[in-house]
């Protein structure tokens, strides 16, 4: 398109009007999150395990507090420390900010993270709006659990969607098969509709006609999709991908096992060879000594 006004995703289609004050269009915001594909983002709590991640293949570290049952209200880490991991590795770090909280993202983007997550599993600071990622630099991060969520976030500037299942650390995907299996088999049933019905399936989804319209031109979602929750072993990450997802979040309860080294690497193998079922036969070993 020639308005240079316009957001650009995947196949340079504008879908939304973007805000003239930002100096970085979403198109390379987009272009930013598309670094990410094909590889695994590991949750870390510590600068020993996101060395460990970044030795191990990662391409990238989402920085987090140590979940426990004490631990109170989720919110946005403190910066000092998001410094530390940014001096620590090399690879892009991810920080979390509350729903609705674009204090917490100006912060985040102050201090020069590469992705902020506006994650709805921290306790959110606004019930009913979301940041508009669109007024910053930065990639963000949002999550889902069906298409028409995802394709609000993406109207809303988020550059990555983020499929959520299972946070209970228990290894149980079945919710994030589940959730991916529905936004993939909306998009299915969407290729093969009329043009005319792409209108009332805009409704129904609850977004923008103009981005499903794209979707259903490209085939599907229109920004980097990845899964997340209950991924724990090697043949879990590339169930996520031959469902179709771009790359897989993986938490923090990977470094419980006994060769946290090991078993982030065969993760990350496993994303990068997904279809090598050869490759897979290799990795595919459970590692009992952690925690799921």
């Known amino acids: 398109m020639a308005d240079d006004s316009a957001v650009t995703i995947y196949g340079n289609t504008a879908v939304s009007d973007l805000n003239k004050k930002d100096q970085n269009p979403f198109s390379v915001k987009v272009g930013l999150a598309q670094r990410l594909s094909g590889g695994a983002i590991i949750h870390?709590?510590?600068?020993?395990?996101?060395?460990?991640?970044?030795?191990?293949?990662?391409?990238?570290?989402?920085?987090?507090?140590?979940?426990?049952?004490?631990?109170?209200?989720?919110?946005?880490?403190?910066?000092?420390?998001?410094?530390?991991?940014?001096?620590?590795v090399p690879i892009p770090v991810m920080a979390k900010a509350r729903v609705g909280h674009f204090v917490e993202a100006q912060v985040l983007e102050a201090i020069g993270v590469d992705y902020i997550d506006e994650n709805e599993l921290l306790a959110a600071a606004d019930d009913d709006n979301f940041i508009n990622k669109h007024n910053f630099r930065v990639p963000f991060v949002s999550g889902c659990r069906d298409l028409g969520e995802g394709l609000r976030r993406a109207r809303?500037?988020?550059?990555?969607?983020?499929?959520?299942?299972?946070?209970?650390?228990?290894?149980?995907?079945?919710?994030?098969?589940?959730?991916?299996?529905?936004?993939?088999?909306?998009?299915?049933?969407?290729?093969?509709?009329?043009?005319?019905e792409v209108f009332t399936f805009a409704k129904e989804l609850g977004a923008p006609y103009d981005i499903v319209a794209q979707t259903k031109q490209l085939g599907r979602l229109p920004v980097v999709h990845f899964a997340s929750g209950g991924i724990v072993t090697p043949a879990d990450a590339a169930l996520m991908m031959q469902l179709g997802c771009d790359g897989v979040f993986i938490d923090s309860e990977i470094f419980n096992s006994s060769d946290p080294y090991k078993q982030v690497r065969s993760i990350v193998q496993a994303v990068r060879n997904y279809n090598d079922v050869h490759m897979l036969t290799g990795l595919n070993l459970r590692d009992n000594g952690g925690s799921y």
């Not at 946070?167 to 005319?196: A, C, F, H, P, Y």
């Open 44 to 88: 870390v709590t510590n600068v020993n395990q996101a060395k460990i991640a970044e030795s191990a293949g990662a391409c990238c570290v989402i920085v987090s507090e140590p979940s426990t049952p004490t631990s109170g209200i989720s919110r946005m880490l403190d910066p000092a420390v998001i410094k530390e991991y940014q001096e620590s």
């Open 156 to 196: 809303e500037g988020a550059a990555m969607i983020r499929t959520q299942g299972d946070q209970s650390g228990s290894g149980d995907i079945v919710d994030t098969v589940r959730n991916v299996r529905k936004v993939m088999g909306k998009i299915r049933v969407l290729t093969n509709m009329d043009e005319d």
